[in-house]
């Protein structure tokens, strides 16, 4: 999986899980709500000062949106 699209995914999980909307994630990590969904939807890679804002809003570790999705034991 590319590098984008694995951060896209992680994103888009975590900030539901954390119950934000894509405003509102923006609004915290002083960011516009487009890029967020441009990040989303894999239109820009996002520079490491980027993962380092989203991670603390998200309360997680820069490394978990950059984290391959670990398969589940049937």
């Given amino acids: 999986m590319e590098i ?7 994103l888009r999980k ?3 899980q954390r119950g934000l909307s894509q405003e509102e994630l923006a609004h915290q ?5 487009t890029y967020i969904s441009s990040l ?3 239109v820009y890679a996002a520079s490491i ?3 380092a ?9 820069p490394h978990e949106l950059l ?3 670990v398969s589940q034991p049937d």
């Fill in 49 to 51: 000062d980027v993962v």
């Fill in 14 to 16: 975590h900030r539901l």
């Fill in 53 to 61: 804002k989203v991670a603390a809003v998200l309360e997680i570790e």
């Fill in 40 to 42: 989303e939807r894999c």
């Fill in 29 to 33: 990590a002083g960011l516009d709500r």
């Fill in 4 to 10: 984008r699209t694995l951060f896209a995914d992680n």
């Fill in 67 to 69: 984290e391959p999705k």
